[in-house]
């Protein structure tokens, strides 16, 4: 993958994760929007409203980066289901186990001693926890997060809602190998039938919103079959795509069912990164910070929602203040100190898992005996 691109992929990356972070943490600091936030209030606010389209981003990003890699493997008959799970599980549970721990470990915290605001075990609409967080620290609960059934048998943990999108992307990294393998794969009939038939009980398993957005997954691995840029310069899109998500912040688009607009912003990311792969230029200037900030963006968004919550339950517990604060400097100032701190301590989460994600990988794929080829896939032609 050329440098440029790369670096490229890691500011969508934890741009998308900044985007999702904050505005998590304005929601649980600082009130809603009214009218006499004035200007500024209005500009704040709608930069704090980018979380879930930032998610479908990922998804684009996800389908390109672990979908293309399949198809190349299975176009160029190397594929090998091991050798997939070894880096698919790893990527997925570096973070992911110790992650659920620490919000468990937070959320119990909080419940426990620093619920003064009655947010752990009341909920509260404007914090985006409408429900009883201390109900949703079960064993139970974990376990059934642990193998990615929140949202279809069990909830998210604790007050971690952000988990919906993993359970989504540990299901397309089972789904889309075996759709996959059936039509690309070099296979006899007998196990191309079989592929079709798990892939059909799994779509029966998930249904409702996990296979609905499988088609957005999906959409990322359209540049892959482009032999040819669809725009030649990449602004075009993103003008476009910044128009979008303005509608959609300003709700002009709610008149639309709602997988309707994210299939838009997907198709319109999509466009973008077909740009991207083919352009030829020089690595930006900024491509270390890029990497840098990258490197612990699942961290990040794993951790923070639980993270920053305690944080503010305990400001709120000693001083009177760190939850729903009305707009101002001071409530400003203190929300990005709670940010700030957020982001440390993902990133010394990162340091002692996402981090040592390779090394995790080459010591199961070692166990199952096979080798590891740290690669990200070219593109693919039809």
Not at 30 to 43: E, H, N, Q, V
Not at 255 to 261: A, R, T, Y
Not at 264 to 270: E, K, Y
Request: net charge positive; proline share 6%; aromatic share 16%.
């Amino acid at each position: 993958m050329p440098a440029a691109f790369s670096a490229q992929l890691d500011l969508i990356r934890w741009l998308a994760a900044l985007l999702v972070c904050i505005t998590h943490v304005r929601s649980i600091m600082i009130a809603d929007y009214t009218p006499a936030s004035g200007l500024a209030g209005r500009i704040f606010y709608f930069v704090h409203g980018f979380g879930h389209s930032s998610v479908i981003t990922f998804f684009i990003l996800s389908g390109y980066l672990v979908g293309g890699e399949v198809l190349q493997s299975l176009q160029q008959g190397n594929f090998n289901g091991r050798a997939y799970f070894a880096k698919r599980f790893t990527r997925l549970y570096a973070v992911y186990a110790p992650g659920l721990m620490l919000g468990f470990l937070w959320d119990w915290l909080g419940a426990r001693f620093f619920n003064s605001q009655g947010v752990y075990t009341h909920g509260m609409d404007a914090v985006m926890v409408p429900f009883d967080i201390s109900t949703r620290l079960t064993t139970e609960i974990f376990t059934g997060n642990l193998v990615f059934l929140q949202t279809l048998v069990v909830p998210a943990l604790g007050s971690n809602s952000p988990l919906w999108s993993l359970a989504n992307e540990a299901w397309y990294y089972l789904l889309f190998p075996l759709i996959a393998a059936a039509c690309f794969a070099p296979i006899s009939r007998g196990s191309r039938l079989g592929c079709i038939a798990f892939f059909l009980a799994c779509a029966w398993f998930v249904q409702g919103q996990i296979l609905l957005y499988f088609g957005v997954w999906l959409l990322g691995l359209v540049p892959h079959f482009l032999p040819r840029p669809i725009l030649k310069k990449g602004w075009p899109s993103l003008i476009a795509l910044g128009f979008l998500m303005g509608m959609v912040r300003c709700h002009q688009l709610d008149f639309l069912p709602m997988p309707v607009p994210d299939y838009l912003l997907g198709v319109l990311v999509m466009i973008y990164l077909n740009t991207l792969s083919h352009q030829k230029s020089d690595t930006p200037r900024f491509a270390p910070v890029h990497h840098r900030l990258a490197r612990f963006s699942y961290s990040l968004y794993i951790c923070h929602w639980p993270f920053a919550l305690f944080l503010a339950a305990v400001s709120q517990h000693y001083l009177g203040r760190g939850m729903q604060m009305p707009f101002g400097l001071y409530s400003i100032s203190y929300y990005l100190a709670v940010l700030g701190i957020t982001y440390a301590f993902a990133w010394f989460v990162s340091c002692h898992t996402e981090q040592h994600t390779p090394t995790m990988r080459r010591r199961l794929s070692a166990w199952l005996g096979v080798k590891t080829r740290e690669e990200i896939p070219q593109r693919i032609l039809p």
